[in-house]
T-cell receptor, first 112, second 112 residues
Framework: DAGVTQSPTHLIKTRGQQVTLRCSPK?????VSWYQQALGQGPQFIFQ???????QRGNFPDRFSGHQFPNYSSELNVNALLLRDSALYLC???????????FGPGTRLLVL | DQQVKQNSPSLSVQEGRISILNCDYT??????FLWYKKYPAEGPTFLIS?????DKNEDGRFTVFLNKSAKHLSLHIVPSQPGDSAVYFC???????????FGKGTLLTVNP
C-alpha cells in the first residue's frame, strides 16, 4: 500500500523565481492538504483540495496556489519566491469522511 | 495567538520509564485531537487520536488523555524506548475546519 509521495525531495531556488511541488496521495485517499513547516515550528496549513477545488485556505498570500488533478494528485505552486519561503513543504492526504491526515516525507525548499 | 501550545520544547527520559508529553488548547470547537511523531528528514507520522467525546484512547504503548475542562491533552508512552526519540506534535481539527492546527512540538529523547 503506497503512502504519500512527494517530489522533489530538495530544491534550491533564488528570490523571485517560481516553484512547483508535487504530491501523490495515499492509495484510496481523495483529499490533499499542504502545510509549510519552518524551522522550530509546527506545520502551518496552506490549503486543502477536494474534488479538484480548493476547499479551505490558511493565512498564506496569493503567491501560493495549488491544483488537484482527477487522479487526486496535487501540485503546490509558489510565485515570486521570498527568502522567508524557505521551509519544509508537507503534503498530507486523507479521506473526505475521516479526520486523520497522513503526511508525505516533504520537500525541503531553500530560497537564496 | 497560538491555539495549540506545547510548553515543553524538550523532554528527556530513561529507557523503560514513562514519557508524558503535554498539550494545551484554547478553542473548544474542535472535534478531535491527534499526536504525530517526526524524525529528522521525514514527514510527521500519525500516532494516535482522540475524539472530543472521549477522555482516553489507548493503542499499545501509547495512551492519550483528554481533559476538556482544563483544555489539556497528554500523551503517555509506556515503556519508553530509544526508538521513540523524535519530535512529537499535537494537533487539533474538526468543527468547521478541515485543517489541522499544530503545536510547536516537543523533542523527546529516550536515553538507553
Amino acid at each position: 500500500d503506497a503512502g504519500v509521495t512527494q517530489s522533489p525531495t530538495h530544491l534550491i531556488k533564488t528570490r523571485g523565481q517560481q516553484v512547483t511541488l508535487r504530491c501523490s496521495p495515499k492509495s484510496g485517499h481523495d483529499t490533499v492538504s499542504w502545510y509549510q513547516q519552518a524551522l522550530g515550528q509546527g506545520p502551518q496549513f496552506i490549503f486543502q483540495y477536494y474534488e479538484e477545488e480548493e476547499r479551505q485556505r490558511g493565512n498564506f498570500p496569493d503567491r501560493f496556489s495549488g491544483h488537484q488533478f482527477p487522479n487526486y494528485s496535487s501540485e503546490l505552486n509558489v510565485n515570486a519566491l521570498l527568502l522567508r519561503d524557505s521551509a519544509l513543504y508537507l503534503c498530507a492526504s486523507s479521506l473526505r469522511s475521516q479526520e486523520t491526515q497522513y503526511f508525505g516525507p516533504g520537500t525541503r525548499l531553500l530560497v537564496l | 495567538d497560538q491555539q495549540v501550545k506545547q510548553n515543553s520544547p524538550s523532554l528527556s527520559v530513561q529507557e523503560g520509564r514513562i514519557s508524558i508529553l503535554n498539550c494545551d488548547y484554547t478553542n473548544s470547537m474542535f472535534d478531535y485531537f491527534l499526536w504525530y511523531k517526526k524524525y529528522p528528514a521525514e514527514g510527521p507520522t500519525f500516532l494516535i487520536s482522540i475524539s472530543s467525546i472521549k477522555d482516553k484512547n489507548e493503542d499499545g504503548r501509547f495512551t492519550v488523555f483528554l481533559n476538556k475542562s482544563a483544555k489539556h491533552l497528554s500523551l503517555h508512552i509506556v515503556p519508553s524506548q530509544p526508538g521513540d526519540s523524535a519530535v512529537y506534535f499535537c494537533a487539533e481539527g474538526g468543527g468547521s475546519n478541515y485543517k489541522l492546527t499544530f503545536g510547536k512540538g516537543t523533542l523527546l529523547t529516550v536515553n538507553p
